[in-house]
């Protein structure tokens, strides 16, 4: 393989290497500091849900960080904590790819709908959400600490998510 080639795989908690990479990845592109408590929170909770892009020579070049929970005991809610491409390998598609894959994964353990916040002024990751079908639910003013505003998107998945909580009977405890 080539460094123009790229595969994805579903992140392995036990590198440290490919954690070192995540971190310094996401610290260089995203306005929001995130202690390695943030960061163990998700990958050790959720690693299937958290997807890598590598280039063949394996340089870790993308990140996709989520989690899954029950949203007010109702409905299950995927959410997108954080999404990172290296500057130099942005626009060839990376970013949507790792999307879909935390969105598929999280769709096959029976997810309702998926949230994330963007700053309004990243107009690149708006028009990759809102293409994806996300629709911007609430503008959240101040959000993050550069006191930049966000908003709030959200992507409906299945009919539970376009009903209001208070009409939608508890969701079931799984049985294992």
Known sequence: MSD??????QLKIESEKDFECIKSLISDDLSEPYSIYVYRF???Q?????????????NLIG???????????VRLRGYIGMLAVQK???GRGIAKELVKKTINEMIEQGCDEVMLETEVVNIPAITLYENMGFIRSKRLYR????QHD??????PVTKKSQTRSAFLPPLQPKVI
Request: charged share 25%; net charge negative.
């Open 63 to 73: 990140v996709v960080i989520s989690k899954l929970e029950p949203h007010r005991d």
């Open 143 to 146: 959000y993050y600490l550069n």
């Open 150 to 155: 966000a908003f709030r998107l959200i992507l």
């Open 46 to 58: 959720w690693p299937d849900l958290c997807y890598i892009a590598k280039t063949g020579n394996d």
């Open 4 to 9: 123009s080639e790229i595969y994805y795989e």
């Open 88 to 90: 130099q390998y942005r």
């Open 42 to 44: 998700f990958l050790n």
